[in-house]
Structures are given as structure tokens and as C-alpha cells.
């Protein structure tokens, strides 16, 4: 839950926030529409009020609720396959799991070579 609202915090600064009321004034301005200090606030609170950020909150916030409960589910899916606790050697079960430790061998010695060049 935490990651989710972090997630939301960044992210909102970026959707929520818009220049346009701020184009809209220096427009207004450059034109000649805008005399005095009052007026121009008018303008741009209007602006600001006319924006829609509804949907783009709504969505960002059903987004921090479900990306830490989908990363938490995706990690409690991958984590005991991955990370077993205990592990029976015999049977069909010797092949597979020569395989991943030949896998994450083949991993581990990727990272190393990567590091030293």
C-alpha cells in the first residue's frame, strides 16, 4: 500500500498538473485582452476551474491500489517456485531441478563476466 501511494504522489505532479490555464493567460495577454492584475486572475481561475481531472484521478488511484496488490500476488505465485524451502533430490524431480541450477549458474556467471568489463 505504501509503494501505491508513493506511486501516486510521483505520478500526480505529472498527470494532474497542466500549463494550459497558464498558455491561456499569457495568450490573453500578449493580445491585449488582459488590463489589469484582477482581470487576469479571473481568466486563469476560470481556466483552472474549467479543467476535467476526474477521470485521470480516478484512474491514477485504482492504479496505487492495484500495482502493490498485483506485484504482491505475482510474488507470492513466482516466490516458491523460486525460492523453494526445502527441496526433495529423487525421481522425476532430479532433471528439472539440475536445470535451474544450471540456469542460474548460467545467470550468475553472465552478471559476473558483465561486471568486469
Known sequence: MILGIVLM???SSYLLVSKEPVE???NAYKNGEIQNP?????LLEKARSAQHIGPKLI?????SFVIPFGISGLAYYFAPRI???YIFYWGDYISLYDKRKNLELVAKLKVAKAETE
Open 83 to 85: 525460492l523453494s524451502s
Open 9 to 11: 504522489n510521483l505520478v
Open 24 to 26: 491561456i493567460l499569457e
Open 59 to 63: 484512474g491514477l488511484m485504482i492504479l
Open 38 to 42: 484582477i482581470e487576469a486572475l479571473i
